[in-house]
């Protein structure tokens, strides 16, 4: 199993500001996840992290404004740049427990951000 | 575009109830997790099922997958304020699908 750490754990932000959330792995993994968990939906893949590579980002999401860093293979940061109330969410950081494809993941505790 | 959906949303029991949470798609998956998640903390695997019509019980959880490998139940016998949390189907198909989740509330 893998041990994940988030921080901040939970924000409130002002418009217009940006956060940046700190996932750190308890051993060496290749890829990162990043989802989004917003109020009554389910969760939603942000962009997959590889060390050394640029982040890969889903349909809807932007590097602009979700800027990704991976610098080594246990450590990856999300910044949620320029907020608006709408990116109120919970910002999860997770990892693969199984083989690759078999959607088994670990999970961080979650940031729970809100935004006035 | 590939979905899942869960029913019911939200669920609010008594003690020592049953109940079963349902996941549905029209595609198939190679394999289907679900998890548990309480509040504050991340999603925790408690299940991968990967044949169809594969059945896997866990204390007083009974998963299912279907025969089609498109859609998985979850069944809880004698729930227990324990229980409480949110549930979510998940299911690979290259990428993770995510269901919107079944909200359960035990009371004691």
């Known amino acids: 199993s893998a041990v994940i750490s988030q921080k901040p754990s939970r924000d409130i932000c002002q418009r217009g500001t940006s956060l940046t959330i700190q996932c750190q792995v308890d051993?060496?993994?290749?890829?990162m996840f990043w989802y989004r968990q917003q109020p009554g939906q389910s969760l939603t893949l942000i962009a997959t992290a590889n060390q050394g590579s640029e982040a890969t980002y889903e349909s809807g999401f932007v590097i602009d404004k979700f800027p990704i860093s991976r610098p080594n293979l246990t450590f990856s940061t999300l910044t949620v740049s320029n907020m608006s109330p709408e990116d109120s969410s919970i910002y999860l950081c997770?990892?693969?427990?199984?083989?690759?494809?078999?959607?088994?993941?670990?999970f961080g505790e979650g940031s729970r951000l809100t935004v006035l | 575009t590939q979905l899942l959906e869960q029913s019911p949303q939200f669920l609010s029991i008594q003690e020592g109830e049953n109940l079963t949470v349902y996941c549905n798609s029209s595609?198939?998956?190679?394999?289907l997790q679900w998890y548990r998640q309480e509040p504050g903390e991340g999603p925790v695997l408690l299940v991968t099922v990967v044949t169809g019509g594969e059945v896997k019980k866990l204390k007083r959880l009974t998963f299912q997958f279907g025969d089609a490998r498109k859609d998985s139940s979850l069944h809880i016998t004698a729930a227990q304020p324990g229980d409480t949390g949110l549930y979510l189907c998940a299911g690979a198909a290259g990428k993770l699908i995510f269901g919107q989740g079944t909200e359960l509330s035990v009371k004691p």
């Open positions: 595609s198939v998956f190679s394999s």
């Open positions: 997770s990892v693969s427990a199984g083989g690759p494809g078999t959607g088994e993941l670990f």
């Open positions: 051993s060496q993994v290749t890829m």
